[in-house]
């Protein structure tokens, strides 16, 4: 697995319909869509999402292959979680007995339910990051935060805090890529051994990474003192966020989704 197999942060450049609606509805829509998968109870309801999801995939033009590559970093979690549901749960009717284990039909129907759900989860999030630009993702997390704001509540600076964090997840993952190709070009091996000998080997990499990731942070400071950068106090915008008309379909059609995921709570198909 390369580390740019991680797409969480990046930012896929498009002129869709999707691309082009306001900040502020895509974060809500996102966030809508995430909590609907955890209201799901059976498979047929996750076929709603499914067909909701791959509608916005199409929309909004960028690759399913690109969008899939960000499974890869969490391959080994959605099968542990899934084998664990598999191993012990004990209700339903035994299928398969393994030593002290035995399966469940219960058990295997859960670990599917799981395991598609952290499919989901991944492309959902993933979707928001690859069609917002990190710009256009703090104004709109500081304009949904803003009434906040009368309480106390630091709007623009935690806006910018998340912002930064996932605009530094593909910083780091380049920086880990150069240094990973310069210690292999030395001899290093990352690929070879059991799973002990590759953590091992990665604790070479753990140094630079830190030494670079404060590096990186400290050029950011700097950039953003020498803009003048003091919070979002009498901050202004050259563009101005409004809602326009894709962006109140896009508010129907999740409102529309939504009443269909959770009637699908109370109504049995199958």
């Known amino acids: 697995m390369a580390v740019r197999d991680i797409t969480l942060g990046q930012y896929y450049p498009g002129d869709s319909s999707i691309h082009r609606l306001d900040p502020r509805v895509k974060i809500v829509c996102a966030l809508v869509y995430l909590v609907s998968l955890f209201v799901v109870k059976s498979f047929w309801a996750f076929g709603l999402c499914i067909l909701f999801l791959a509608a916005v995939i199409i929309l909004s033009g960028v690759p399913f292959r690109f969008i899939s590559k960000g499974l890869k970093p969490v391959v080994f979690l959605i099968i542990i979680t899934m084998l664990i549901n ?78 930064i964090a996932l605009r530094f997840i593909p910083t780091l993952l380049d920086e880990t890529d150069k240094i990973m190709k310069a210690q292999t070009a030395r001899g290093a091996d990352f690929e070879n051994g059991n799973l002990k000998e590759k953590a091992k080997a990665l604790i070479p990499l753990l140094v630079p990474l830190f030494v670079s990731a404060f590096r990186i942070a400290g050029d950011l400071a700097m950039a953003m003192e020498a803009r003048c950068y003091h919070g979002g106090k009498g901050r202004t915008r050259l563009h101005q966020m409004k809602l326009g008309k894709v962006d109140a379909r896009g508010i129907i059609i999740m409102a529309v989704y939504l009443g269909l995921v959770i009637a699908s709570r109370y109504v049995n198909f199958f």
């Open 86 to 163: 598999i191993l012990f749960v004990r209700t339903g009717d035994p299928i398969l007995t393994i030593g002290k284990f035995y399966i469940t039909n219960e058990g295997v129907y859960r670990a599917l339910f799981m395991g598609l759900r952290l499919v989901l989860l991944i492309f959902g999030s993933s979707m928001l990051t690859l069609t917002t630009k990190p710009i256009e993702l703090t104004d709109g997390m500081e304009k949904l935060l803003s009434p906040l704001s009368r309480i106390g509540l630091p709007a623009h600076e935690l806006a910018m805090m998340m912002t």
